[in-house]
Structure formats: C-alpha cells, structure tokens
C-alpha cells in the first residue's frame, strides 16, 4: 500500500501520526515524564505544533502531558466521556473537548475514530474516568490504525476484525500491567493486520515483555508481521 501516513513511536503508548492531510496527531502523550520518550519530544516546546490529541484512558502514563499541550497548542483532545468530563475539571479549555463513547464514532479532517473496548481498568487523579478503551483511526483511502489502548486479551478482537479489518494494529506486550507477548499475539491472529507494532513495554521495570517474545510468537501464530519501532524514529508502518 502507498500511504501518505507518517507515524512515530514516542515510547510507551504514545504515538505521533501525522495524517494524509498533514494533521499532527498524538495518542496518549506521556512524554515529559516518560523515560524512553526522545528530544525534542520530552518538552513541551519540543512537541511544536497538534492538531488532536487522542486518549485511550485515564491513567497518568497515557493522559500524561494532555492538559499542557492542549493550552500550548490549541489542539482538540478526543477522549471517552467521563475522562472529558474530569480534564475540562482540570484545565482543559471546554471548547477543546470531543466527547464519545464506545461503539461510537468522530470524524476530524481525514480520520474518523472508533472507539472500541479495553480489557483493564481507569482512573484519572484517583477518580472513575470511564471506560479504558482502544482507538481505530480510519483514513478513508489510506491505512486504518487500530491502537488497542491497554488491555487483555479478548474474544472482541474477532469481531474487530469483521467491522474495522484494521492494515496495522498497535498492540501492548509488557506484561504486568497489560497482556504480554504471547497473548498479544493471539489477538494478533484474531485481527489479521498486514502489520503488527508492538507497545507499552520497556518503560518500567515491571514491564518485562519484549518485542523478541512478540515476534516469536506472532510468527508461531500467523506469520511473518511484526515491526518494530525504536523510540522518536518510524516513518511509514507499511
């Protein structure tokens, strides 16, 4: 496929896409506090222009540096309900918010965002944040990412397959906190992608699952699929 997509990986969850229609995206921008997360994106004047930044759930390592990019830049943040609710609480100027739920979907430029179910749990400054939940962005004739957000392995992931038959999926193997390699790559095989990127994994010390594990097992399971990103580098994922 000829994608006009660029995306990099920013260490942990966090990733920055930038759209057909050249829109800066960031999902889930733990960055200044982030130990893997590279200059210049590990400062707030570093991280230059946003368009939209998009959240998966509430915890600190995914809302991350949300409020402050948000009054830097300007940028829309899209996010379930009730962590919406909780941010505009926060600081988050209310016109900058975009609100949605599962099963539900925004359309912003050239990408039209699902929200789909997690398998974990949510909180934001020790308060219910809603739902955790994972993101498919689809860029109409171009690449559609499924960022599965923190979770566990699901029987869904079949049925994600069936409704958004995602080209890349973006999948959490640290194990701990999130599945690990093994059942990362299951999911894997439910969602059939071209291309399988593996996240949230190497940032703390608990999370041991590596990207070798993901790959051995991916292979195991449906092939060869697997790319890995190094921190701050990534271009295009297919």
């Given amino acids: 496929m000829n994608t006009k997509i660029k995306a990099q990986w920013l260490g942990h969850s966090a ?3 930038v759209s057909p229609s050249e829109k800066i995206i960031l999902i889930d921008p733990f960055l200044t506090q982030n130990p893997k997360t590279p200059a210049p994106y590990n400062s707030i004047d570093g991280i230059g222009h946003v368009d939209y930044i998009f959240l998966t759930h509430g915890h600190e390592d995914h ?3 949300t409020i402050e990019i948000a009054k830097a830049t300007g940028c829309k ?3 379930i309900v ?7 609480n926060t600081g988050l100027p209310e016109d900058q918010a975009l609100e949605m739920n599962k099963g539900g979907s925004v359309t912003v430029d050239d990408v039209t965002v699902y929200m789909t179910s997690a398998n974990h749990s949510a909180s934001f400054g020790g308060q219910y944040a809603g739902d955790p939940a994972g993101l498919v962005l689809d860029f109409k004739d171009d690449l559609t990412i499924y960022h599965m ?3 566990n392995i699901s ?3 079949s049925l994600y397959h069936r409704l958004y038959s995602p080209d890349v999926v973006i999948a959490p193997i640290g194990d701990f906190y999130t599945m690990g390699p093994r059942e990362a790559a299951m999911c894997i095989e439910m969602l059939k992608p071209q291309c ?3 996240m949230h994994y190497g940032t703390f010390p608990p999370l041991t699952g590596t990207p070798v594990e993901f790959e051995k097992h991916v292979k195991e399971f449906c092939g060869d699929k697997v790319k890995v990103i190094a921190p701050g580098s990534g271009d295009e994922f297919l």
């Fill in 82 to 88: 009730e962590l919406s609710g909780l941010l505009k």
């Fill in 196 to 198: 399988a990127v593996p």
């Fill in 155 to 157: 029987a869904d992931f």
């Fill in 149 to 151: 957000g923190d979770t």
């Fill in 63 to 65: 809302t991350g540096d």
């Fill in 77 to 79: 943040v899209l996010g």
């Fill in 15 to 17: 990733f920055r896409i």
